[in-house]
């Protein structure tokens, strides 16, 4: 009897039969381009703070921590800048978390989650983990959604959550702030939260405005960010999100009391206090991938315009077998999925030109 087997004699929720869990590989390979981590790891200025300020809560380590995280809440909020204070500000293990509390308060049996495919692929998840209905709307022929296409489709939907990812993963493309306007006025009948999912807003080119500046006088509006990306922490796990303070108080109706960790805490107040030295390798990662979309465009490909620290591409007759001489060259990269496409993160200057001469084999033969 196989592992599938033994799970379908156990009494399992009938909704979550069948299901499948968030795979990403996790493989043992040299260049790890597939998830979208910060690939120059953490100065070493960061590490030391970090170092120190965790060996600080040891001797406090047996008692639960501050189960508010104040002083995290102040630091957030002092990054974001826009006028939020701590009130505004909810945290979590990263911002998975972060989007399961929301369907946890938010959605739910008899309600429903809306996103708008290809999008980040856990809204699905995180729906059916909550026994949240999930729904999926559509874009344009080159992945793009208007503020008229999105408006509509959430008034036809009436659902009680809407993801916006911006920029998209796995696209890489930021929408305009017209298409959250116009999102959250039309989610006005059906009161649905609206959540702008910002995980790779420090990646964005210059210029574009994040949901933040819309928060003011929109209590149902929530933006969503993490410290997994542009501030290299993916493995420390915190992510955040900023909106009116009541927002924050449904989320403590359904939270696991002291779950964030005095370790988590120290670990993520110290990183942003050191922001400036993790932070500095963002305009780098930028500059490579802005080179990735260069590079692939003149080998013939058809990469997506990315304002995130990745690039996703089409225009592969066989993206599978693409994928698999990559990682044989030992280059992982993703495959999301769509037909004639893959994603890759931008990585050290190093890595990228492993990546594109790997790739530029590969066409060749
Ligand atoms: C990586 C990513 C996240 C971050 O998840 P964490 O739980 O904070 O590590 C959130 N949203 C999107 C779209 C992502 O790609």
């Given at each position: 009897m196989d592992q599938f087997e033994r799970l379908s004699q156990l009494p399992?929720?009938?909704?979550?039969?069948?299901?499948?869990?968030?795979?990403?590989?996790?493989?043992?390979?040299?260049?790890?381009?597939?998830?979208?981590?910060?690939?120059?790891?953490?100065?070493?200025?960061?590490?030391?703070?970090?170092?120190?300020?965790?060996?600080?809560?040891?001797?406090?380590?047996?008692?639960?921590?501050?189960?508010?995280?104040?002083?995290?809440?102040?630091?957030?909020?002092?990054y974001l800048g826009h006028g939020l204070v701590?009130?505004?500000?909810?945290?979590?293990?990263?911002?998975?978390?972060?989007?399961?509390?929301?369907?946890?308060?938010?959605?739910?049996?008899?309600?429903?989650?809306?996103?708008?495919?290809?999008?980040?692929?856990?809204?699905?998840?995180?729906?059916?983990?909550?026994?949240?209905?999930?729904?999926?709307?559509?874009r344009g022929d080159d992945y793009s959604l208007t503020a008229e296409s999105a408006a509509g489709q959430v008034r036809a939907q009436a659902p009680n959550i809407v993801f916006l990812c911006s920029p998209n993963n796995p696209t890489g493309t930021a929408i305009g702030l017209d298409v959250v306007e116009a999102v959250y006025a039309a989610g006005e009948a059906s009161q649905a939260i609206v959540i702008v999912d910002e995980a790779y807003a420090e990646f964005a080119h210059a210029g574009t405005p994040s949901a933040l500046s819309l928060l003011e006088g929109r209590p149902r509006l929530v933006v969503s960010r993490t410290m997994s990306k542009a501030f290299a922490l993916a493995g420390a796990r915190v992510g955040y999100l900023a909106s009116a303070p009541e927002v924050a108080d449904a989320i403590r109706l359904v939270r696991l009391p002291y779950h964030l960790s005095a370790i988590t805490q120290a670990t993520a107040v110290a990183a942003l206090r050191n922001s400036d030295a993790l932070l500095a390798n963002v305009e780098a990662i930028k500059v490579q991938r802005d080179r990735i979309v260069a590079e692939l465009l003149a080998m013939g490909l058809a990469p997506a315009p990315s304002d995130s620290n990745f690039v996703f591409f089409g225009g592969l007759a066989d993206p599978a077998a693409v994928w698999a001489g990559l990682l044989a060259a030992?280059?992982?990269?993703?495959?999301?999925?769509?037909?004639?496409?893959?994603?890759?993160?931008?990585?050290?200057?190093?890595?990228?030109?492993?990546?594109l001469d790997g790739l530029r084999a590969i066409l060749a033969k």
């Open positions: 399992l929720r009938d909704d979550l039969r069948g299901q499948h869990p968030y795979g990403a590989p996790q493989l043992d390979v040299p260049i790890l381009l597939n998830v979208n981590e910060n690939t120059f790891g953490v100065p070493l200025d960061a590490k030391e703070a970090i170092l120190k300020a965790v060996s600080d809560e040891l001797d406090g380590l047996n008692r639960y921590p501050d189960r508010e995280f104040t002083e995290l809440r102040r630091a957030l909020a002092a701590e009130e505004n500000i909810w945290a979590a293990n990263g911002s998975n978390e972060v989007l399961q509390q929301l369907l946890q308060a938010f959605g739910g049996p008899g309600r429903s989650a809306m996103g708008f495919p290809p999008t980040y692929s856990m809204y699905p998840l995180l729906a059916s983990g909550t026994g949240t209905a999930y729904v999926a709307g559509v030992g280059v992982l990269i993703r495959d999301v999925g769509i037909p004639g496409h893959l994603r890759v993160t931008a990585g050290t200057e190093a890595e990228t030109t492993a990546f």
